[in-house]
């Protein structure tokens, strides 16, 4: 049964500064130990266990995280299904056009349908049932006015679609013919479309395998496995070369892999 939410935990236990990271998906994410630092509009907003990051689609993030007594510890959650046609009509126009940090102080409602979600992820849930603890989850956050914040549009946009689709096999070998095929389109017609969208297929590529890069380490990390060497890592997200992957990996993000190993490394 496909889960209509994806999970992931980050660690560190040394600062971590990441530039550019991309948001395919709208997404929440709740810190548990340490402190986020997120730049945003030229300011500096902090996250902690009191509030939650609103991360919605094409907003790459910037941030340091922050651990306290040797301990960073987050939890991401990214919505695979938009709410429902009843909600999506509750937001306004006038909402969606304003413009706020994207940060909600977290209540015993919302934690309560946080709690739900984490929970519904690890169970085989039909699809009917899954929207169901979903959109009571949207209506917490419309009713502190947050919905509006993660989903701007009614539909997802092609780029969402196209990196959910690479994200099952990252370490698989896309062109663009066979990627386009599965949209049932045409490359010309489908690079034009994700040309609208400021958009290329090898960015988004790109973007997934380095996401997918640190998900590896991280959940290597979690299972306290022996860490990967970059020539495995670089093979399980697609690419051949080592030091060409290390070399997106440190552009992408702005640290190189060694630099963002040590932060993990226990």
Known sequence: MSSLVKIDRYYSHKPQPLRNVPVFTPSIIAVTAGVKHLQW???????????????AENQPLTFINEPAQDKFQSVQISFKSLPSSALLKQISTADKELLQPPSIEVNDNLKFAWSQLIAMADLPLSTAAQQYYLDGFYQQLHEVGA??????????SLRQKVSRYLSTD???????????????????TFMRHLSKENASFRE????????NAISIMQSVNFRKEQPLSQLE??????????????????????????????????
């Open 147 to 156: 919905l509006s914040q993660l989903f701007a549009d009614e539909l997802f």
């Open 41 to 55: 509009q030229g300011q500096s907003l902090r996250f902690n266990r009191l509030n939650w990051l609103l991360a």
């Open 233 to 266: 890592l670089a093979f399980r997200c697609g690419y051949q070369s080592e030091s060409r992957f290390s070399q997106r990996f440190k552009a992408q993000f702005g640290v190189s892999l060694k630099q963002y190993q040590q932060t993990i490394a226990c």
């Open 170 to 188: 990252p370490a698989n070998h896309h062109s663009i013919e066979s990627t386009s095929a599965q949209f049932a389109m045409s490359p010309a």
């Open 204 to 211: 988004i590529l790109a973007e997934v395998r380095m996401l």
